[in-house]
């Protein structure tokens, strides 16, 4: 059961009138062979769409300079090491980690040694990389690789929400208590083992939204405002712009949206924006029960 709406301006002032529809498309990064093949629906939503919008674009995203330009913009410049900046509960978290992931560590090309020249949301990032690794999740199966690949081979234009520089600053812009706190969820959540990710991606495949938000949101909501609101929200607001650009252009090319599952749902998700803003928004889903 996908995570798929599709939007339209049948609403007055919200661009009636005009054939151009966009579909949005939740996505999991990383996903599993088993995957696929995915649900009729969304194959019918790339068939019609003629273009594909997507965090960042296809080419700068699977660019070896990206991860390059990524870890230089990590790396700390005042001589001091990444633990004398974390709290005592958060160092030995740490190095609780270091010894149970040693092995997918080392497959990232990274030791323990090294992470310890870095800022804390490089870390962060790097302890989540390898939980989802050792789940069986493989970043060349993401949703985002998939449909860029498609898009390539059918000929169709692909764009970006964000720059890779765009991305870069915004996690290296974020503040000290920022960084502690995405480093220190992703150690809470691979303190839990892959249980709680065996869950999330469980959520996906059924298209279960509400054990998705519970999941994924929440607690972050709840315990991290401030990382809510900068990875959540204040990029929700960047994107609807050039949503509703693509919602009111002449003619009627439609555009898929492919964007991490988090962004669409919930009352700050790109769902619930459009609908406020007078959009006809319908969930495509053949085997739900209700549409939402």
Not at 133 to 151: C, E, I, K, S, Y
Not at 167 to 179: T, V
Not at 212 to 230: F, I, K, N, S, V
């Amino acid at each position: 059961m996908p995570l798929l709406w599709k939007v339209s301006g049948g609403a007055e002032g919200a661009g009636a009138g005009t054939g151009a529809d966009v579909y949005l498309l939740g996505s999991f990064h990383l996903l599993k062979p088993t995957d696929y093949p995915l649900a009729a629906e969304v194959d019918a939503a790339f068939a019609d769409a003629e273009s594909l919008l997507f965090e960042m674009a296809p080419e700068e995203l699977e660019s070896p300079a990206l991860a390059l330009q990524m870890g230089q913009a990590a790396l700390r410049v005042d001589g001091t090491r990444l633990d004398s900046q974390l709290p005592a509960d958060t160092a030995r978290k740490l190095q609780a980690w270091f010894a149970a992931n040693a092995d997918g560590l080392q497959a990232t090309g990274l030791t323990p040694q090294a992470l310890q020249m870095f800022e804390p949301w490089f870390v962060g990032l790097t302890v989540s990389i390898v939980a989802m690794t050792r789940a069986g999740l493989d970043p060349a199966l993401g949703l985002d690789r998939h449909f860029a690949d498609a898009a390539r081979r059918a000929g169709k234009p692909t764009a970006g929400f964000e720059t890779g520089a765009q991305q870069i600053a915004f996690l290296d812009g974020m503040d000290a208590a920022e960084q502690l706190q995405l480093l220190d969820e992703a150690l809470g959540e691979s303190e839990q083992g892959d249980r709680e990710l065996q869950q999330l991606h469980a959520a996906w495949r059924a298209g279960d939204a509400a054990t998705l938000w519970d999941g994924m949101a929440t607690e972050m909501q709840r315990d991290y405002p401030d990382l809510y609101r900068h990875v959540n929200v204040e990029r929700n607001d960047a994107w609807l712009p050039r949503i509703e650009q693509r919602l009111q252009a002449p003619g009627d090319d439609d555009t898929l949206v492919v964007v991490g599952a988090l962004h669409l749902l919930g009352a700050d998700g790109l769902v619930e924006k459009l609908r406020a803003r007078g959009y006809r928004v319908e969930r495509i889903c053949a085997a739900c029960e209700t549409p939402h």
